[in-house]
T-cell receptor, first 114, second 109 residues
Framework: SQELEQSPQSLIVQEGKNLTINCTSS?????LYWYKQKYGEGLIFLMM?????EEKSHEKITAKLDEKKQQSSLHITASQPSHAGIYLC??????????????FGTGTRLTVIP | DVKVTQSSRYLVKRTGEKVFLECVQD?????MFWYRQDPGLGLRLIYF???????EKGDIPEGYSVSREKKERFSLILESASTNQTSMYLC????????FGNGTRLTVT
């Protein structure tokens, strides 16, 4: 989606390394969602952020929403092969009243080399 | 846990065929969505529904229609399948957060 820019498009890391994925919008993000997708499968919900400056963690994954609510980052510490997959950010940007306002980035394909 | 079930994981259809993709959710959610996912384009919204018999067009409704006769079931219909509709189709329910099915990979030959 042009509404959300996600970077990088792909990432290859050695097991044990840290990594960061970014999601940026020119509009205010009213809700920011991170999902993970195994190849050929559906999206698994990871975390939701709503307040500026909010940070959430689950196991080795931390997601943050900046104070201006226009950028989010997903950080994985000590990556493992089980972290491999496609990470997508989705956001509510309130494009117009009455319509669905949830947009998605194009995803980041993460490969973790054992 | 919310369960969103898509009836087929893989489908192969011929150009011109009428195709039905079925989605069922078990949590009494009012909102249901159909997306397609293509490399480099991400998820794009086709249609969504916020109640039985109610539907709204998403960003790419052309060539598709939907049906919501019961709250738990939301069907996507390709009236006359074309090769450019070869894609991964994802159904979702609720809105915050969305809960997705496992997807249907449709190939139109």
């Amino acid at each position: 989606s042009q509404e959300l820019e996600q970077s990088p498009q792909s990432l290859i890391v050695q097991e044990g390394k840290n990594l960061t994925i970014n999601c940026t919008s020119s509009k205010t993000l009213y809700g920011l969602y991170w999902y993970k997708q195994k190849y050929g499968e559906g999206l698994i919900f990871l975390m939701m952020l709503q307040k500026g400056g909010e940070e959430k963690s689950h196991e080795k994954i931390t997601a943050k929403l900046d104070e201006k609510k226009q950028q989010s980052s997903l950080h994985i510490t000590a990556s493992q092969p089980s972290h491999a997959g496609i990470y997508l950010c989705g956001a509510d940007i309130r494009r117009k009243a009455g319509a669905n306002n949830l947009f998605f980035g194009t995803g980041t394909r993460l490969t973790v080399i054992p | 846990d919310v369960k969103v079930t898509q009836s087929s994981r893989y489908l192969v259809k011929r150009t011109g065929e009428k195709v039905f993709l079925e989605c069922v959710q078990d949590m009494d959610h009012e909102n249901m969505f159909w997306y397609r996912q293509d490399p480099g384009l991400g998820l794009r919204l086709i249609y969504f529904s916020y109640d039985v018999k109610m539907k709204e067009k998403g960003d790419i409704p052309e060539g598709y229609s939907v049906s919501r006769e019961k709250k738990e079931r939301f069907s996507l219909i390709l009236e006359s399948a074309s090769t450019n509709q070869t894609s991964m189709y994802l159904c979702a329910s609720k809105a915050s957060p969305l809960h997705f099915g496992n997807g249907t990979r449709l190939t139109v030959t």
